[in-house]
């Protein structure tokens, strides 16, 4: 059975950091694209990041870019989003899945999303 289980959501004022984490079970996470995805009140779930198996490659919204960073620890089977310069405009509830790529787009790869982190950035 997958889990997927993010945490180090928060309350944070806008230009704070969080760093989000996501541990897997029944899912060997080194053998898939892991990518993070948000979901705002109100809107529909959106892409954040993915990284490549080994971590040498990842991608952004453009909105998150030079701000998030994406990495991996293969060995503790875990992805991590850390989340600098926070604006308000990133509350949401966020979520990691492994992803797939089609086209320019990242997709989820399983109909399968963990319960997320609420991350919340107050002014």
């Known amino acids: 059975q997958v889990q997927l289980v993010e945490s180090g959501g928060g309350l944070v004022q806008a230009g704070g950091s969080l760093r989000l984490s996501c541990a897997a079970s029944g899912l060997t996470l080194s053998r898939h694209v892991m990518g993070w995805f948000r979901q705002a009140p109100g809107k529909e779930r959106e892409f954040v990041a993915a990284?490549?198996?080994?971590?040498?490659?990842?991608s952004y919204a453009e909105s998150v870019k030079g701000r998030f960073a994406i990495s991996r620890d293969n060995v503790k089977n875990t992805v991590y989003l850390q989340m600098n310069s926070l604006k308000l405009e990133d509350t949401a509830v966020y979520y990691c899945?492994?992803?797939?790529?089609?086209?320019?787009?990242?997709?989820?790869?399983?109909?399968?999303w963990g319960q997320g982190t609420q991350v919340t950035v107050s002014s």
């Open positions: 990284i490549s198996w080994t971590g040498n490659n990842t």
């Open positions: 899945a492994p992803v797939f790529l089609q086209g320019l787009r990242y997709y989820p790869l399983y109909n399968y």
